[in-house]
């Protein structure tokens, strides 16, 4: 089950164009065990992992969503912790469904990709999200206030994007966040005073958005 | 904010009077980057800012600033 579903992945995402073959995606390497194949991370024989970095992945993101969140809820064979997809060629967007199926999922990374559309509200069901790296592709729309639920978020880089509206007063709630990088979007409006109650936040870089208001002495 | 090391504001459309005290507060801050707003009267507030941070308690490292455009480091600690 867990087989078909990588190779379905590969042939969905343009898999013999992929920069890195690595050990097992290729027809004629499939026989090893899903857990020497590139990218893929196994935990007692659960799916934990799926590292596809710089890979020359093309086409919807959704292939490996939608495929990822069947094998989850499936129960037994994956229980995904980590998925990075950085900088490759993917398209399309991120299927609020799939990504509430994740709920073990504790860094999400697709930065430097071609996505679209908003960013799900629905990352707030991945309760033990500590890392989400969305920087780099063309998202739009406003930063889901319900972000401000994942409380374990340490990091959290939208950069790059399309964003707009306000900054979440939600993301206050945020005490274990140590960066927050929001720069290069179209955000409006003043930093909420609430956010002077990050006490662990060492980064805050949001430059060059269009926030406005004045600055108060207890930032 | 008692953590933060590096804050980036520059390029927006703040306004209004720079937090003078509350950004030579923060006992880690080692970059500020603030240009390019509409806050009243950089200059003043730039130079407000070096005799602020120089008041403030003794840092172990440098302080990055930004404030007109160019970067400069306004306060060095003793020995730097």
Redesign the interface.
């Known amino acids: 089950m867990l087989k078909s579903g990588l190779v379905l992945i590969y042939d969905g995402l343009k898999g013999p164009l992929w920069r890195d073959q690595g050990p097992g995606w290729a027809a004629s390497d499939r026989k090893r065990s899903v857990s020497n194949w590139l990218g893929v991370v196994m935990v007692e024989g659960l799916l934990v992992g799926l590292k596809l970095t710089h890979n020359n992945l093309k086409g919807d993101v959704d292939v490996i969503l939608a495929k990822l969140a069947a094998l989850e809820t499936l129960g037994g064979v994956s229980a995904i912790q980590e998925l990075n997809l950085a900088s490759n060629a993917l398209t399309g967007s991120l299927a609020p469904r799939a990504i509430a199926t994740f709920t073990s999922l504790m860094v999400f990374c697709t930065p430097f990709n071609l996505l679209t559309g908003e960013i799900p509200s629905t990352f707030s069901d991945c309760g033990a999200l500590a890392v989400l790296n969305l920087q780099g592709n063309s998202f739009s729309g406003r930063i889901p206030p319900s972000l401000g639920l994942c409380v374990n978020l340490r990091v959290l880089h939208l950069y790059s994007n399309n964003l707009s509206g306000p900054l979440p007063t939600e993301l206050a709630a945020l005490d274990k966040l140590?960066e927050l990088r929001l720069?290069d979007n179209h955000l409006t409006g003043p930093i909420p005073v609430e956010?002077?109650a990050?006490?662990?936040?060492?980064?805050?870089?949001?430059?060059?958005?269009?926030?406005?208001?004045?600055?108060?002495?207890?930032? | 904010m008692a953590s933060l090391e590096y804050l980036f504001l520059n390029d927006n459309k703040f306004r209004g009077v720079l937090p003078v005290t509350g950004l030579a507060a923060m006992p880690r801050i080692r970059a500020m980057y603030l240009a390019n707003n509409d806050f009243s009267d950089m200059e003043a507030a730039a130079a407000a800012l070096a005799s602020a941070l120089r008041d403030s308690t003794a840092r172990p490292h440098s302080v990055e600033v930004n404030v007109v455009g160019t970067s400069t480091h306004l306060y060095e600690p003793s020995g730097y």
């Open positions: 140590i720069w956010y002077s990050l006490s662990r936040l060492k980064v805050l870089h949001l430059a060059n958005n269009e926030l406005s208001g004045e600055v108060s002495n207890s930032k």
